[in-house]
């Protein structure tokens, strides 16, 4: 074999990370695919699969997957002596050694007229496309990391490659509509906003991966988190079109290929006194009735809405890497929360003609159906998806207008929601409320982030938010969603979605025990790296549907800056409208070719000369049973998750323990998780300076930007004002239920603050500082150099003076009070009986407690212990130094 066409293969002495399922035999090349019919997936954790190496002959293409550590392979095989438009796929099974890939690439080599002809090399595959005759296979060339979740990597895609499944490829010509198609399909930029993982489900939320596998540990597979869903989220899957070829071939799709979703993923870092806070925000868009601003409105027939969003909002202390405790556990850290928000078009056939070039086109609403079937279907699906809790509308369109517009679609969404309720069981109604988010803008004040931050108070409190603990038990569960929405789903839904996200934050904050009060002030560094992740996360989100970034951002309903971001709004509203006029078309084009909206048929309509794609995303069935006009919801998916999980787990007495876990999950406790590998990447060598976790976006970087070297607290505002004040009585009074105390304290605080409350704010902080000062250096004045400031348990009597020139002084003062013997803490005196307190120590090493502190008085456990007198006179010039040190400081 000549090893210079495997060199991306090299020798290695290193032992494999996984154990073999068969027996290691040659493959028997060349068999018949098994059966057309779609069968259910394998998925192999003994390794995964993470570097492709894709060979050719003259009859086969060889895709030779390895692992990361690159020391067990596998090969799958494609025909391409089969007529072009068909596809056949082949895979054993096996498991190969480096030395034993080296012997069957050799063979190969040899058997071949033409030899083995290495094509690239890959870092995930996509899947199989079609245009008009040749099968291409969509292979990631290039790819970064962008997060890690329980030592799992996310990954970007930077570069792809289409690679024909022929032996006899020739490029197509310019004007051929191969051509054309090939060029529509490459509108869709993949090296952008589209991300996978390798080893970490992200198409569904971390609350779903992790229930799933509690239920594993349980034996209770046959529970399916969300109802309906019992694998990948089909619906986030933006390449389940380009996989379908492969489901018939073989049964380890999920093995080989990659499931990737577009939206906004990204990571920052939070240090809070030297530990790492990481916040991942995660979008995924909907990949079902996708597309362009004004070419995809409302809803389609099978209730899919425009524009469909799910922001997760993870917050994990990375104390320890993985999803698990030290001493095998398993999925069982209580160091994971997470938050999940939901945004989308109004589910209603309404639609907006762009042709008159206009920026504000009418909107038209096209068919109005007395039942709102599609709007059913839609709010049916968001109780399956997010466990059967209450849904919460936020509409932020218009209310009031001179000419009806947006006012148009609020009358018909308020008799849809007011329908549905109808039937609805009580505990289960919808919760709706409307408000004019643009009128509230425009006025006076900070109107706009009371009523939010009132609001977000009340939601996160419904909702509650998922944290994981060692069992069902312990583990607080995310039941319900709250669905914002405005006309256009990006700048209003965004805004309102950051102080939503924003309040979530410190709840979960606060159930780390990192902060004491769910309340993050406005301009700390938490909530101005928050204001980042969210601002990023509406940027793509636009440019994804609206062809720009977002026009109003939080700088714009916080009114600051006004002049500056008042000429960004203008210039982004001109991109906007140049974007819904020109481009959106073939924007719209490529999308429909990607995900399979359209396919094309010898003697049917080309894309581009199609009027409307509507029937390509709307299907209607005219036989078959229909749903139901009153009882329009799944019963399986109203029933909240609490009540499932309670029944079927907690009552039965079948909750996690060790001995279940060692039953139920196989290979435990080594084989359940390949984090390790993953996080801690062999055989790889690199600067520091260029690792994911080091240039991450922290909030390190305020401390530079700050005037003065003092650290500033993440969670203390920088532009300490009564606004935060005003706030923060705010959401306690909706926590506490408390309104009338709290309107009273709020009238008290507007009549205290000035517009200079600033300036008082910090004249009366730097009075405190120097009050304090004042207070310890007198305090100090009245220790002599060998005494030292602690409790003790008895009078001492009879202390000589050591000839120290202010003893006499100090007890000429002091008889008085004290009377002939005053309780002088000396060395001597002290050393017999030294107190300790171990509690609290222990509690600081024991990287298992996570509790907050409460405070030291409260806890305070002395213990005596006994000290050696020899010692005596060094404990004694230790003392003088810590004083003299204390003194100085």
Known sequence: MNKSTVTDIEEDEENADGTREDTITPMMYGRQPISTETSKQRKTKKFILSKYTIYETNERMYIVGSNKRETMFRVLEIDLTVPQDQLNVLEDNVFFTRNEIMNVLAGLEDASDMGLIKRLTGYGLLGFIKFTSVYYLVVVTKCSQVAVIGGHFVLHIDGTELVPISNNYKKPDKGSMEAKLMQTFQNLDLSRTFYFSYTYDVTNTLQVNLLREKLKAVGRDDISIPSGIEDYNEM????????????????TVYDWFQCIIQGFIDQVNVSVLGKNIYITLIARRSHHFAGARFLKRGVNTNGFVANEVETEQVVADMTLTPFHKPGNGYFDSDRYTSFVQHRGSI???????????????????????????????????????????????????????????????????????????????????????????????????????????????????????????????????????????????????????????KRALGVQLRQLGIIDNSFLEYDSDIVNILTELFHDLGDTIALQYGGSHLVNTMETYRKINQWSSHSRDMIESIKRFYSNSFVDAQRQDAINLFLGHYIWKEGYPALWEMNTDFYLHNEYVTNGLKRSYTHWWNTYHVKGLKKLLTEEILEKNNDITKEKTILNVRGYPGAFDNYWNEYYAPRAVTWITDLFVFNMNS????????????????????????????????????????????????????????????????????????????????????????????????????????????????????RDEIGDTPPIVTSASYLPKVSVDLAFYQNVVDIDSYEAQSDYEMITNLTTMSVDPNEEQKYSDAVTNIRREFAFL
């Open 236 to 251: 986030f899957i933006w390449n389940n079109f380009l996989l379908k070829p492969i489901f018939s071939c073989i049964e």
């Open 347 to 501: 589910p209603l056939y309404w639609t907006q003609e762009a042709s008159n070039l206009t920026a504000k086109p009418p909107i038209e609403i096209n068919v109005v159906d007395p039942f709102f079937s599609p709007a059913a279907l839609h709010f049916d699906k968001l109780f399956q998806r997010y466990g059967g809790g209450v849904i919460q509308i936020l509409n932020l369109i218009k209310t009031k207008e001179k000419k009806p517009r947006e006012t148009k679609l609020l009358k018909e969404f308020e008799e849809c929601i007011t329908y549905l309720n109808k039937f609805l069981p009580d505990d289960k109604k919808m919760d709706y409320v409307s408000w004019d988010m643009s009128k509230a803008s425009k006025q006076d004040g900070q109107g706009v982030i009371e009523f939010l931050e009132t609001y977000a108070a009340k939601s996160v409190q419904k909702t509650g938010i998922f944290h994981n603990g060692k069992d069902f038990k312990s583990t607080a569960i995310q039941e319900g969603i709250c669905r914002s929405n405005c006309i256009d789903c990006l700048d209003r839904t965004n805004a309102a979605q950051f102080v939503i996200g």
């Open 699 to 814: 909030t390190r970087r305020y401390h530079n930007l700050a005037t003065n070297s003092k650290e500033v607290s993440p969670f203390l505002s920088r532009k300490q004002s009564s606004f935060n004040k005003k706030l923060k009585l705010i959401t306690e009074a909706q926590g506490n239920k408390k309104q009338d105390k709290v309107n009273i304290e709020l009238e008290a605080v507007n009549e205290k603050f000035t517009s200079y409350d600033e300036i008082e704010l910090c004249d009366q902080q730097l009075h405190n500082i120097v009050e304090t000062k004042d207070t310890i250096e007198k305090h100090l004045e009245n220790f002599l150099p060998y005494e030292l400031p602690i409790f003790h348990d008895e009078w001492l009597l009879n202390h000589p003076s050591h000839g120290h020139p202010r003893r006499q002084e100090f007890d000429n003062e002091n």
